[in-house]
């Protein structure tokens, strides 16, 4: 071969691969997703692993399980202690919403977010409120969201098909503890039921969503934590909390 049509050719060979090379290269991987990754892992972690999914369904399994027992062999009235947010429905969006706009939550964006009625079930809270009733129990949703925000819940459980007998939330501007409402409805002095009810499970995401318990329980040993698994059943919520 004349040895400029050689070096002609060679040419056309090198500039040929580079061109296939880089194909190649912006082919193979997808663009990468700026705004996704700027979520920290707390809420990446309830919003895409199956593993928080696989934790929800299981929790409500077991207080499923549990009060299945109950109904088969109680002779008293009996009802479930259930909280709201990131118990039976889903915040994330909002919180997804917060981290975008990179600000922590506000009263005012918060009632916003009651106001728009968009929380979602979680998995497996329907069903399990759902067989609560169909055995005989009855439920009292005791939430921290504040009175002026429980007609605007009330709509969401009922739009979402969420059943309850009693919805307890918090008096505007009045204590975010929860026992004095666990109190009355263990006393029948609530919309569950106006006799005497033994509580037979407290579901919820928060520590204090439980009896006379707070961070300072984890102090205590195994032996303070006697009761989950049993009566009490936790679900995981790494996006806020009193451990904050």
Same mark, same amino acid.
Not at 127 to 143: N, Y
Not at 175 to 182: A, H, L, V, Y
């Given at each position: 071969?004349?040895?400029?049509l050689?070096?002609?050719?060679?040419?056309?060979?090198?500039?040929?691969?580079?061109?296939?090379?880089?194909?190649?290269?912006?082919?193979? @991987?997808? $663009?990468?997703?700026p +705004? !996704?990754?700027? /979520?920290?892992?707390?809420?990446?972690?309830?919003? *895409?692993? #199956?593993?928080?999914?696989?934790?929800?369904?299981?929790?409500?399994?077991?207080?499923?399980?549990?009060?299945?027992?109950?109904?088969?062999?109680?002779?008293?009235?009996?009802?479930?202690?259930?909280?709201?947010?990131?118990?039976?429905?889903?915040?994330?969006?909002?919180?997804?919403?917060?981290?975008?706009?990179?600000?922590?939550?506000?009263?005012?964006?918060?009632?916003?977010?009651?106001?728009?009625?968009? @929380?979602? $079930?979680?998995?497996? +809270? !329907?069903?399990? /409120?759902?067989?609560?009733?169909?055995?005989?129990? *009855?439920? #009292?949703?005791?939430t921290?969201?504040?009175?002026?925000?429980?007609?605007?819940?009330?709509?969401?459980?009922?739009?979402?098909?969420?059943?309850?007998?009693?919805?307890?939330?918090?008096?505007?501007?009045?204590?975010?503890?929860?026992?004095?409402?666990?109190?009355?409805?263990?006393?029948?002095?609530?919309?569950?039921?106006?006799?005497?009810?033994?509580?037979?499970?407290?579901?919820?995401?928060?520590?204090?969503?439980? $009896?006379?318990?707070?961070? !300072?329980?984890?102090?205590?040993?195994?032996a303070?934590?006697?009761?989950?698994?049993?009566?009490?059943?936790?679900?995981?919520?790494?996006?806020?909390?009193?451990?904050q």
């Amino acid at each position: 071969m004349p040895s400029k049509l050689l070096v002609t050719f060679s040419i056309v060979c090198v500039l040929a691969c580079g061109c296939t090379s880089n194909k190649r290269a912006t082919t193979s @991987a997808p $663009p990468p997703n700026p +705004a !996704a990754d700027t /979520l920290p892992d707390s809420l990446k972690w309830v919003q *895409r692993s #199956a593993e928080y999914y696989a934790a929800v369904i299981q929790t409500y399994r077991a207080a499923t399980a549990a009060v299945e027992r109950h109904s088969a062999v109680s002779g008293r009235p009996w009802a479930v202690v259930v909280d709201a947010d990131d118990t039976v429905i889903s915040n994330l969006q909002y919180q997804i919403e917060r981290s975008r706009l990179n600000a922590s939550f506000s009263p005012e964006s918060w009632a916003a977010w009651v106001r728009r009625r968009e @929380a979602v $079930p979680l998995p497996g +809270a !329907a069903q399990f /409120l759902s067989r609560v009733h169909a055995i005989g129990g *009855r439920i #009292a949703i005791v939430t921290n969201r504040l009175q002026s925000e429980c007609d605007d819940t009330i709509a969401l459980f009922h739009a979402r098909g969420l059943q309850f007998d009693a919805m307890l939330c918090r008096a505007d501007g009045g204590s975010s503890d929860k026992n004095p409402r666990f109190a009355a409805v263990a006393a029948g002095k609530s919309e569950a039921g106006g006799a005497p009810l033994e509580i037979v499970a407290f579901v919820g995401d928060n520590i204090q969503d439980f $009896p006379s318990l707070t961070q !300072a329980t984890r102090q205590q040993g195994e032996a303070a934590f006697s009761d989950f698994g049993v009566r009490y059943f936790m679900l995981p919520n790494p996006m806020y909390g009193s451990w904050q």
